[in-house]
């Protein structure tokens, strides 16, 4: 990702801008995984951390700006805080400072423990917006601003609390953990919008929060870092940090790095034309190569959806089989870098007919259909459904840790019925026939 004003002249700056580093952040959704991803796993939001760290340096960074949610909670653990200050030592000893706003998840009033800063880090208040001047060789290059969360439930629009840029200060920035917009699939902490940002006249805004990495708005530019390391299957792809350049004119180029060390990824393949176990093996085989391939050296955790139609529908389903083919992919993980761990195979595989020309049959089979569409097309086909369940969701123990069936998952458990009888009677007629 890269956007820029103008041509580059001479640069005259450069800083690196992260956010939602959520060290010691426990990964979500697993199941069946080996000790050895659990180490590595348990690492990757430090090991994320220390490669920001180490573009800083590799960049020749001035600075490092952090929007937020350095740590998972509001009581950090003493490993995690001592992971971050070492990373902050080796940024001091390279002559590369920090600025910090604090979040949702670590507000101010949450547990630290009593350690001792670099002194050219500074982490910014969370009563008041404060701002903080950037000299380089003994020429102020930038003001930075930035205000942190003192509480988590923010629900105040702090942009509003940033006073205007001036007309000769130097380049201004803005840091905040916030919610630009609707964001939908985020809480709406220090909601604010782009028109907000825009009313301040600054040129650079380093937001945090919103975990997938984005420029927003390039005049001036608002931009998402995203977090550095993707932590469940709904934060797929590349993660990581922007690379800011700023030349003598003020113009700005912004470049998206990854730094994730461990990478999720949820793919779709297709069993359309495959008639036997070998096949399928061998494409998620060929998809898990290519996958190791693309990686970078980074471990890559996936997740493969089955779709199409065919004959194989009927061995999919067989009890154990898609655990048993899981299970065995696994075992051939050596779990050096770049390797692919399979973390699941989902099936959402049709049988080897086309359901719309059935219906257009006049026999038992569209008949069929037709009870089966009455049934869907109306809550009172649906909730009937509830008598033949209430053996398992109305009595036992089981019932208190099982949802009910919404009307879409009971339509589903209609459908997949449908066509478990629509095939068993489709072979009774070929084999009839033949």
């Not at 006073?163 to 609707?182: E, F, R």
Request: charged content about 25%.
């Amino acid at each position: 990702m890269a956007t820029e004003n103008e041509s580059k002249n001479d640069i005259n700056f450069i800083f690196v801008h992260a956010a939602d580093l959520h060290l010691d952040s426990p990964f979500h959704g697993l199941s069946g995984i080996n000790p050895q991803l659990s180490d590595i796993m348990t690492k990757a939001t430090f090991a994320a951390y220390n490669n920001i760290i180490d573009l800083c340096i590799e960049k020749s960074a001035d600075f490092l700006l952090i929007a937020g949610d350095i740590y998972d909670s509001a009581d950090k653990s003493l490993y995690a805080q001592l992971k971050f200050l070492e990373g902050l030592k080796r940024l001091y000893d390279a002559g590369i400072a920090t600025y910090i706003t604090h979040g949702n998840h670590d507000p101010l009033n949450g547990w630290s423990a009593n350690l001792e800063w670099p002194e050219n880090v500074k982490v910014f208040d969370g009563d008041n917006v404060e701002t903080v001047s950037v000299s380089k060789n003994g020429r102020m290059i930038a003001n930075i601003s930035g205000m942190s969360y003192r509480t988590k439930h923010i629900q105040e629009n702090l942009v509003k609390r940033f006073q205007q840029k001036d007309s000769g200060s130097p380049y201004a920035i803005g840091m905040l953990h916030c919610t630009v917009g609707s964001a939908e699939g985020h809480y709406p902490y220090a909601p604010c919008t782009v028109k907000d940002l825009k009313e301040t006249n600054y040129d650079y805004w380093a937001l945090g929060h919103i975990h997938q990495p984005q420029v927003i708005e390039t005049e001036p530019f608002i931009v998402y870092s995203g977090n550095p390391q993707g932590r469940d299957p709904g934060e797929l792809g590349e993660r990581g940090c922007m690379v800011v350049e700023v030349d003598n004119k003020g113009n700005t180029t912004v470049d998206f790095i990854p730094v994730d060390s461990v990478r999720w990824c949820v793919d779709e393949l297709s069993i359309n034309g495959l008639e036997a176990e070998a096949e399928l093996i061998k494409i998620i085989e060929e998809r898990m190569e290519k996958l190791s391939e693309i990686s970078g050296g980074r471990y890559v955790i996936c997740r493969f959806v089955l779709r199409g139609r065919s004959s194989l529908k009927r061995i999919l389903i067989k009890d154990g089989f898609l655990k048993d083919l899981v299970q065995h992919l696994r075992d051939n993980c050596d779990m050096s870098p770049g390797s692919v761990w399979l973390e699941r195979l989902e099936d959402e595989t049709s049988y080897p007919f086309e359901r719309e020309g059935l219906l257009d049959r006049r026999d038992f089979i569209s008949d069929l259909l037709s009870i089966t569409d009455e049934i869907c097309s109306g809550e009172d086909g649906l909730t009937e459904l509830d008598d033949p369940l209430h053996e398992l969701f109305g009595k036992g123990k089981i019932r208190h840790i099982l949802m009910s069936l919404d009307n879409e998952e009971r339509a589903k458990v209609i459908r997949t019925a449908e066509e478990m009888l629509l095939d068993k009677l489709i072979q009774e007629a070929d084999h009839e026939n033949n």
